[in-house]
């Protein structure tokens, strides 16, 4: 996992990729499609996203997830103001940019349902405005990206 960690850390350039912190004991390499679930792509860096403890851990519990497009959606809305500035503070067209060997396919709903975290009709309906978010060139390039 040395290896996972350290390839999806430097691609990220140290970086979260929902709030954009750059404090190195912070950072963890969390697996887009779970480890547990995924046994074919758990060492694939294109599984992997860098994220901040507070980010992975609300990304694992499936409160927001990030499309191919780059934009988090924030699954469980919330008041709390620490949790929407992890959440918002990097704009999508910046976060497109570090998202740069990220397999968006592992991104797609499978990812959510693996964990379990909704029902499955708010899934389609949420899934259906973030593809409809998403503009023509990046529909086009996440169809044409091969699995890893």
Same mark, same amino acid.
Do not use: Y
């Given at each position: 996992m040395h290896? @996972?960690? /350290? &390839?999806v850390l430097a691609r990220h350039n140290y970086t979260c990729l929902f709030y954009g912190c750059r404090l190195r /004991?912070?950072?963890? &390499?969390?697996?887009?499609r779970s480890y547990a679930c995924d046994q074919d792509h #758990? &060492?694939?860096? &294109?599984? %992997?996203?860098?994220?901040?403890?507070?980010?992975?851990a609300a990304f694992d519990a499936g409160d927001?997830?990030?499309?191919p497009d %780059?934009?988090?959606?924030i699954v469980r809305p919330t008041d709390d103001p620490i949790a929407m500035a992890h959440c918002t503070s990097v704009p999508g067209a *910046? #976060?497109? /940019?570090?998202?740069?060997g990220v397999d968006?396919? @592992?991104? *797609?709903?499978?990812t959510v349902l693996e964990r379990k975290a909704f029902?499955?009709?708010?899934?389609?309906? *949420?899934? /259906?405005?973030?593809?409809?978010s998403m503009d023509s060139s990046s529909r086009k390039s996440c169809s044409a990206m091969k699995m890893l």
């Open positions: 290896l @996972f960690r /350290s &390839a /004991s912070v950072l963890d &390499a969390a697996h887009i #758990r &060492a694939n860096p &294109a599984n %992997g996203i860098c994220l901040c403890r507070f980010c992975h927001i997830v990030v499309n %780059g934009q988090v959606v *910046m #976060r497109r /940019s570090w998202m740069q968006c396919r @592992f991104l *797609m709903p499978a029902p499955t009709k708010k899934l389609k309906t *949420m899934w /259906s405005s973030v593809g409809e």
